[in-house]
């Protein structure tokens, strides 16, 4: 059935003059250090962006693609096939293909990277609540709810589709000013 369906959608797009196979650069492919892509959000709440305290917040939005699951297995090893095998994934509990937990979990990782400075993780807790399908539009939500001095933060770290909190947890960061050559 897949196979055919397959077909189908080549044939669909052949008839309107568009090659799917074409070589169009991946996300991996168009980003470069310190830029965002224009499918991603991103807003931060700072009123000093030089001095961050607590309240401050920042949000990182994306739409997860069968290119990020399928980019993901390769660099992790993680093959699980509730994640690449539409056939499997159909016989679980889940009736589908879900994306990687630690994938989604990145996303606050992406948010946390937009924080004004050089920020280095020091811990992070991760709670998963709900699953993420491939096409889901997720934001990751990151708040300074405590200045630990020593320019460490403790932050609540959440990851929601809509209303639905997928992960919820807390990190531990660091942030340093940049190097002056930046």
Sequence with gaps: MFNSVVAANRAA????GVNPDEDLPTPAERIEADEDLPEWHVS????HPDKLGVGDSV???KTISENDVKQFAAA???TNPLHLDDEFAEGTRFRGRIAHG???GSLISAALARLPGLTIYLSQDLEFHNPV???DRLTAECEIVEDLGDEQYRL???????DTVVIDGEAVVLI???PDDS
Excluded: P, W
Aim: aromatic share 10%; hydrophobic share 40%; charged share 35%.
């Design 13 to 16: 797009f052949a008839a309107f």
């Design 102 to 104: 630690t994938l989604v």
């Design 59 to 61: 949000e990182f939005t």
């Design 156 to 162: 609540t770290t959440r990851v929601k589709e809509d």
């Design 76 to 78: 992790s090893g993680d």
């Design 133 to 135: 399908r491939i096409g």
């Design 44 to 47: 931060i709440s700072a009123d």
């Design 176 to 178: 340093d000013e940049l």
